[in-house]
């Protein structure tokens, strides 16, 4: 059995694994970000952010979420910023445990570059609504890859309010929380 959403508890036991198996008794201490640095320079960076926009209005987002879903076809090719979106849909999620299919999770953009967009909603059977948008930029092992996360994506999220039209639909200029 597993416990669902409990990313952050793997995460912590997956990087104590592999900082174990990095660390044998009587060696050099070797680091986390000594691991990642080494990662990062045979297979290249995954830059990430996600923004939220919580206690949003409702009908606002999910009159956004309704409008890219509509024009997912017509965003499939397009050219947005200098980025070809190479694949424009609306989501779903197979558990690979027990096999519960999960239908309608969010609005995937896929870059022809191999970067992404992707919102979800949620939130929506209270008061406010919060909006997710992942950022996702790879940089391969030739590249930059020791740059603030920010300054690698800020052309990426240019993009995303472009083909969300974010603003427009709930009023904000800004996030509420960017991690």
């Known amino acids: 059995d597993h416990v669902r959403e409990k990313d952050g508890l793997w995460a912590v036991l997956a990087w104590l694994q592999i900082l174990a198996s990095h660390n044998a008794p009587e060696s050099p201490l070797v680091t986390v970000e000594a691991i990642v640095k080494t990662h990062w320079a045979t ?3 995954n830059y990430y952010c996600r923004y939220d926009y919580e206690g949003v209005d409702k009908p606002g987002a999910v009159a956004m979420m309704d409008a890219m879903t509509a024009a997912t076809a017509s965003n499939t ?3 947005v910023g200098g980025y070809t ?3 424009a849909d609306v989501f779903g999620y197979t558990d690979p445990v027990d096999g519960s299919v999960s239908l309608n999770q969010g609005i995937r953009f896929l870059m022809a570059d191999g970067s992404r967009v992707i919102f979800r909603l ?5 008061s406010g609504a919060t909006v997710r948008m992942y ?10 890859l020791h740059e603030v996360c920010a300054n690698v994506i800020g052309d990426l999220v240019a993009v995303a309010f ?10 904000r200029e800004k996030p509420t929380v960017i991690t």
């Open 43 to 45: 297979y290249g960076r």
């Open 77 to 79: 090719g397009r050219v």
């Open 85 to 87: 979106v190479a694949t």
């Open 122 to 126: 949620s939130g929506t059977a209270g």
């Open 135 to 144: 950022l996702e930029k790879y940089t391969p092992p030739s590249g930059k």
């Open 162 to 171: 472009e083909l969300s039209q974010i603003v427009k639909f709930t009023g």
